[in-house]
């Protein structure tokens, strides 16, 4: 990804999530499934979320400013494993909004409303 684009969305589930990075003009997409392992161990579905929310970790490096979007229970899942194994992406992530399955034109708007709010609050310029 490019590193000029210090904005990030993400909307996630507990099986697939949609990164998007964007500045003024540009948006890049990609997107992390759950690879659900189906075995009877137990522990096992919470490996595969731990997995899971590894893999959006990795696609979030390097992005200065993420909001997290999604359910209010995938986003407390995913905030609660950030914040014990990942701290580095947690200092990363400036909000949680929960919302349900908007589209990625909604996504990027609400993003981009919640980042000039914010922006203006930390004192930060937002890059264009």
Sequence with gaps: MTASLFHAVVWL??????ILQFDAEHVQSSKVKSHRHETR?????????????????????????VLVTGSHTAQADFRHYVEKHR????????????VDHPSENQLVAMARKYFLKYDRMAGTPTPT
């Design 13 to 18: 589930d507990h099986q697939n999530a949609q």
């Design 87 to 98: 701290p580095l992406v947690a200092r990363q992530i400036v909000g949680y909004e929960t």
């Design 41 to 65: 161990k137990h522990g096992s579905a919470v490996r595969s979320e731990h997995e899971f929310f590894g893999h959006v970790c990795d696609g979030l490096a390097g992005i200065p400013e």
